[in-house]
Structures are given as C-alpha cells and as structure tokens.
C-alpha cells in the first residue's frame, strides 16, 4: 500500500514551453503533496506545499509563477513548469501525506521525474 | 529555521561489516521526527527508519538502528551486516510535529558504497 506515482517519469521539453508533471496517490487519499527538486549529486529541496482545495505554499526563493501548482482532488497533484529554461532541468520529486494516519503519518515519494529542457 | 547536518559526503564499507553514517540537527522544538532515507540509483525515496523525539528508546530495524541522543542533537544510523543493495544515497532529515508543520528538512547526504 501507499504508492506514488508520478507523470511522465521523463520529459524532454524546448526552452520557453511549459510541461506539466503529475502526482497521483494510487491507493490513498492524500490531505497534503510536497514537490521537490533535486540537481544531480545533491539533497532534495522543497519546492512548495500543497493541500487539497487551497493554494500551495511556496518555500523562498520559489517563484510560484513559475512553478504553478494545483492539488484539484486528494490523489492527484500537478507541477506545471512555465516558460521553462534550462536552468530548470532537474529531477523532481512528490510526496504524500496519509490523510487518515493523523499526527504520527508517513510521507510516500513518488518515484520522480526528471526534466530536461533543451 | 531547522538544520540537518550530514559530515560525511562519502562513506564505504566492506560486505558483511558495519557502518556508521552521522546526522547532527539543530531546532528549538522539543517534540520532532527524523528520519533516515535511501536513495539508491533509481532515485526512489525508500524509508529505512524513523525516531520520534519523545521516544527515549532507539529505533530499530532489523539490520539498520538508530543512536538517537536528543541533548546532543545527534541522530546516527548503524547498518549490520551490510550487503552490496544498501550502496546508495542516505539522508537523515527532519520534521517537526504538530499543526501543518509536515515540512521535511534534509541533510546533504552520505554516499554508501559496499565493497565485495
């Protein structure tokens, strides 16, 4: 139980087009998402929060215009990367926050997707 | 703001020994998780093990404990009896309790390599 997955697992995309990656909780109900971006032999940086409903909340330093986040149900998420450059290939990664597990949840990762902008 | 500290950016063991990778953190809470996670070259996310804050009892699982020791600040994890599929990418990260602060905060890594 508790799989993410995620859409498309790679993308390759031109500069100055915009690509929507997909974050889905395949067997859960997921209150909260979290999308991260991790550049090649580094750690994971949080990108934004976001719950169901409501607009996510953006770490700084963030652009949110860039990085437009929607969470329109509790078991899927998008990340839509806008005028992308290539500055903005990376690996990015979703996880997923149980609804039902309360205060003592696991987050789930997705297993990530990697985007390169040409 | 929370920080998670990893000393070691490379760390390598031979088969069937054991190793040791440090995590020091820094809060001003008193009631917080960390985590361990592998990150192996499929890039998948992988839970090893968890230590809640108020749990004076080190978390184990099976080959992989934790050395918690919460007035230090230090959270280090034990592999046992390591094997060639624990190479991978370790992160000891942090998140704090209550409220919507589901936030995790990692460290930079620990690359494991197993030697044959």
């Known amino acids: 139980g508790a799989v993410v997955s995620q859409h498309p697992s790679w993308v390759i995309c031109k500069s100055g087009t915009s690509v929507k990656i997909e974050c889905r909780s395949l067997?859960?109900?997921?209150?909260?998402m979290f999308w991260y971006r991790q550049f090649p032999k580094q750690s994971l940086m949080l990108m934004a929060t976001?719950?169901?409903?409501?607009?996510?909340?953006?770490e700084q330093g963030v652009e949110k215009d860039k990085f437009l986040i929607n969470h329109a149900s509790l078991t899927l998420s998008t990340l839509t990367v806008t005028s992308a450059h290539p500055e903005d290939s990376s690996f990015y990664i979703c996880?997923?926050?149980?609804?039902?597990?309360?205060?003592?949840?696991?987050?789930?990762f997705g297993p990530g997707t990697r985007l390169t902008v040409t | 703001a929370q920080t998670v500290t990893q000393s070691q950016p490379e760390m390598s063991v031979q088969e069937a020994e054991t190793v040791t990778l440090s995590c020091t953190y820094d809060t001003s809470e008193s009631d917080y998780y960390l985590f361990w996670y592998k990150q192996p070259p499929s890039r998948q996310m992988i839970l090893v093990i968890r230590?809640?804050?108020?749990?004076?009892q080190n978390a184990t699982e099976n080959r992989f404990s934790v050395n918690f020791q919460k007035a230090a600040k230090s959270f280090s994890l034990k592999i046992s009896d390591s094997q060639l599929g624990d190479a991978a990418m370790y992160f000891c990260a942090y998140r704090g309790s209550g409220g919507s602060n589901y936030k995790l905060t990692f460290g930079k890594g620990t690359l494991l390599t197993v030697n044959p």
């Open positions: 976001s719950n169901e409903g409501s607009k996510a909340t953006y």
């Open positions: 996880s997923a926050r149980h609804l039902e597990t309360g205060e003592n949840n696991e987050q789930y």
């Open positions: 067997d859960f109900q997921a209150t909260t």
């Open positions: 230590q809640e804050a108020y749990k004076q």
